[in-house]
């Protein structure tokens, strides 16, 4: 039973375009959702995060757009640069079911010059 | 502070044979989680510990996996035995306080069953 799901595994953008990473989840207990982006041969690290008492939170390029009636957020990257190349993470978080995260699948974003 | 360490980082054994992930968290950090990473199901959390303390364990698959936290800054996960499919990713991560708050993650350790 996949709580959160990524599904798009791969997502090919130009550098200076927008890159759209998608994810929908099926509980609706959960209240906050994070990013985390992993490049090859590493953890992945925080990206960018949201409680669900607000539908968007902005931090330079990154924006995360949440919309609790669909059960949808979105990852929005302007300008993708090719470095933002790597597996991009969602993951969600219940604070009355212990808080653990439930990630998604991933999506391998590569942003071409 | 070097962030948190993982030893292996690839592991290469035989069907049948045990298995020892380690894991030394942030210093100070009073969580600790192991996931695994495969393609199907992305990041899986296994167990997480508080101040040394298995809290959740509902994610290890299965009676061959365990895990023990001896001290604050040490931590390892084990398969007796182990099988092909239990080849992935194994990463360990630790955080302040549990759940909605930045978990940082290890490099991760590829483990490869034959």
């Known amino acids: 039973d996949q709580q959160v799901k990524q599904n798009s595994p791969s997502l090919s953008v130009q550098e200076g375009r927008i890159s759209i990473l998608n994810c929908d989840y099926t509980n609706s207990m959960f209240d906050y959702f994070l990013w985390y982006k992993k490049y090859p041969a590493e953890g992945p690290t925080f990206l960018i995060s949201i409680s669900s008492i607000k539908d968007k939170n902005e931090d330079g390029r990154f924006t995360v757009f949440l919309n609790k009636s669909a059960k949808h957020l979105s990852l929005h990257i302007v300008p993708s640069q090719p470095g933002d190349s790597a597996v991009y993470f969602c993951a969600a978080s219940a604070y009355n079911q212990g808080g653990k995260l439930i990630f998604g699948q991933g999506t391998e974003l590569s942003v071409k010059p | 502070d070097a962030g948190v360490i993982q030893s292996p980082r690839h592991e290469v054994t035989e069907m049948g044979q045990e298995v020892t992930l380690r894991c030394k968290p942030i210093?100070?950090?009073?969580?600790l989680f192991w996931y695994r990473q495969t393609m199907m199901r992305g990041l899986e959390l296994l167990i997480y510990?508080?101040?040394?303390?298995?809290?959740?364990d509902s994610g290890m698959p299965e009676d061959r996996f365990s895990a023990k936290m001896p001290n604050a800054s040490f931590s390892t996960l084990k398969i007796q035995p182990s099988e092909p499919r239990d080849s992935a990713v194994y990463f360990c991560a630790s955080s302040l306080w549990q759940g909605a708050n930045e978990q940082y993650f290890g490099p991760g350790t590829r483990l490869t069953v034959t």
């Open positions: 510990f508080n101040n040394n303390v298995p809290i959740d």
């Open positions: 210093s100070g950090h009073d969580y």
